[in-house]
């Protein structure tokens, strides 16, 4: 079966803790994306990666990292930095970033920072 | 800049019932046009998508049209049911650019 899994379903950190959710994809992509989701907000962009080694900053980028060491994982980790950390954050992944393929998205982790 | 607007949920319906989840959208060029669904407390799935103007979308029922000269891709169903509760979300991808999303429309269908 083809998808991609996140890891924990449901986290908790305490403030001042850097903190690291994986995303693992077996779809073949080469396109990875880590959106945060709050309340009656749409999805905003984090960071995405087109490509193994490289990756750019999204919309929200402050206040956190990634890696993309292999085509099958791009982790986000959450610093100390990101003032509000407490959110749900879902990783997604295409074909290839440009038009018309679809970006296919995990079940998502809910991070709680207290 | 590119952006959707949604209508405000959420959306109560019953069984059976008509649903429209209007979007309207600003861009520059000519966008591809989305609908995702989510599930509680699960990620997003693509319903639907249009590529080019007049296009009409079609997925389990749902049905979408990209209206160019309205800037609009209203999401229509004309029987809902209980499972179909969940946040619609619309989408934009101007080009090769990333997905600009909605803020979501909540729909909550009782029997």
Known sequence: ?114 | GDSVTQMEGPVTLSEEAFLTINCTYTATGYPSLFWYVQYPGEGLQLLLKATKADDKGSNKGFEATYRKETTSFHLEKGSVQVSDSAVYFCALRPGFQKLVFGTGTRLLVSP
Request: glycine fraction near 8%; include cysteine.
């Open chain 1, 1 to 114: 079966d083809g998808g991609i899994t996140q890891s924990p379903k449901y986290l908790f950190r305490k403030e001042g803790q850097n903190v690291t959710l994986s995303c693992e994809q077996n779809l073949n992509h080469d396109a990875m994306y880590w959106y945060r989701q709050d309340p009656g907000q749409g999805l905003r962009l984090i960071y995405y990666s087109q490509i193994v080694n490289d990756f750019q900053k999204g919309d929200i980028a402050e206040g956190y990292s990634v890696s993309r060491e292999k085509k099958e994982s791009f982790p986000l980790t959450v610093t100390s930095a990101q003032k509000n950390p407490t959110a749900f954050y879902l990783c997604a992944s295409s074909l290839d970033q440009r038009d018309p393929y679809e970006q296919y998205f995990g079940p998502g982790t809910r991070l709680t920072v207290t």
